[in-house]
């Protein structure tokens, strides 16, 4: 007797399916594959991994220089931040973590073969990236964090002159769990798994003197360059360009003045340095979605499509806003976020920041809202000049109704280093003459 169950009449019935389908399926792939020139396992299947591209698997940005990379390099797609807890207990503790930290920084930065280990043994690496590491446009930011001054004393009075615990400001809902740290390490990639494998390399290596405290996982939307051939700043998650009067990084001079940390109040050995800010700024994306477009416009004072600011429509997101032909604020409220962050006038140039953000996404909260924003990342050479003095400025902005700062940390981006050092050697230097 034949067999009538269910999962038999259900065979039976695929199996005619595909004696039809199957065959007008193939007589159907006949013209595609003749059309491809090609045999048929050149035809990309669903398991197939994505195609990489060599030219930017290869881009490498050089780890060595007067000051690190990550900071005025240009911003790639994909970034991990993330603070850790220092275990040492001698200042020749932390300049053999240091020391660690830089070899291993170095040779991700540059990529290269993994070597082959006894199969007895763990591997050399997780893996992820294969056989041989592509350097990716890979950038590693070594930070130092307030606290671990603060706890050792074979650094006391080598803290960079402004460095602080980041505090609480009004519109602030710091999570404890996403704040502060004794180190900080910025990862940038053109790939988000280049910053995960080095960030897992990074922990597996120096698990003996670093404890992760917190991370975020963020990215940077590409964007098609314009007709000129220009590329426009990145759009935030609420749809609204980022960057758009960031200062100019190629200009060696600014930079020099915004950026670098230098100057007889700041020790000899930070100079070169660079004050990191950070904030992990949760949007309420849901709320803000229903809000009209000329009140999104308003708080913000830039059109959305352009970026161009509204006195000025027609303009692009890089032509600055006439604030003197609109004292009243009729146009550019005098409450909206660009006209409060940079007023324009000769006191607010030396509060200018140098803005290097990420977009995250990290679910959903439990009330069925996402978890979406901005990490915030910013460099200045005098962090209560820069930062800290424009987010005073934006204290109880009509955009903190869409806004939740609840987490990140203040600290002191190492300077950079040659050939054959290590960061944070300064550092050590003046700690053994101290």
């Known amino acids: 007797m034949q067999d009538q169950t269910p999962r038999s009449i259900f065979r039976r019935n695929l199996l005619k399916g595909i004696g039809i389908g199957g065959a007008l399926g193939a007589l159907g792939a006949l013209p595609l594959r003749a059309q ?137 809902a710091l999570d404890p769990e996403i704040c502060h740290g004794d180190l900080s390490i910025q990862l940038c990639a053109n790939l988000q798994d280049t910053c995960i494998y080095a960030l897992r390399d990074i922990v597996k290596n120096l698990s003996e003197f670093l404890v992760l405290r917190w991370m975020i996982e963020g990215f940077v939307p590409p964007v098609l360059p314009a007709t000129d051939g220009s590329t426009p700043s990145a759009r935030n998650f609420l749809g609204f360009r980022d960057g758009s009067a960031n200062p100019d990084a190629n200009d060696a001079a600014l930079m020099d003045r915004l950026v670098w940390t230098r100057g007889p109040d700041e020790p000899d050995w930070a100079h070169g340095g660079s004050y990191q800010a950070v904030r992990v700024i949760r949007n309420f994306v849901e709320r803000w979605d229903r809000t009209p477009l000329s009140e999104q416009e308003r708080i913000f004072g830039r059109t959305k499509i352009s970026g161009a600011p509204l006195d000025a429509p027609g303009a692009t997101e890089h032509d600055a806003p006439n604030y003197a032909a609109d004292p009243e604020g009729m146009v550019i409220p005098p409450d909206s976020h660009i006209r409060l962050a940079n007023p324009r006038d000769p006191a607010s140039d030396r509060n200018l920041i140098l803005r290097r953000p990420f977009n995250y996404s990290r679910g959903a909260l439990k009330n069925g809202q996402l978890d979406q924003g901005l990490l915030f990342i910013c460099y200045q050479a005098d962090l209560e000049a820069g930062f800290i003095a424009v987010q005073n400025r934006l204290n109880g902005e009509p955009l903190e109704e869409y806004i939740k700062p609840v987490g990140g940390g203040y600290f002191f981006a190492l300077p950079g280093i040659g050939p054959g050092d290590y960061l944070g050697s300064s550092l050590v230097t003046a700690a053994r003459r101290s």
């Not at 790639?76 to 503790?93: K, R």
């Not at 540059?110 to 294969?130: E, N, Q, T, W, Y």
Request: charge should be negative.
């Open 36 to 172: 491809d020139g090609g045999p048929a396992d050149t035809i990309p299947n669903v398991d197939d991994a994505p195609k990489a591209h060599t030219e930017t698997a290869a881009q490498q940005v050089p780890f060595h220089g007067p000051h690190q990379a990550g900071i005025t390099t240009p911003r790639p797609a994909n970034g991990i931040f993330a603070a850790f807890d220092v275990v040492v207990a001698s200042l020749e503790d932390f300049e053999r973590m240091m020391r660690l930290l830089t070899q291993r920084a170095e040779f991700l930065a540059a990529g290269g073969l993994i070597a082959a280990r006894d199969p007895k043994l763990p591997p050399a690496d997780s893996g992820l990236l294969g056989p041989v590491i592509s350097p990716d446009n890979l950038t590693i930011t070594v930070g130092l964090g307030d606290s671990l001054f603060e706890r050792h004393d074979w650094l006391a009075g080598l803290k960079p002159a402004r460095l602080q615990r980041m505090t609480q400001f009004p519109n602030d």
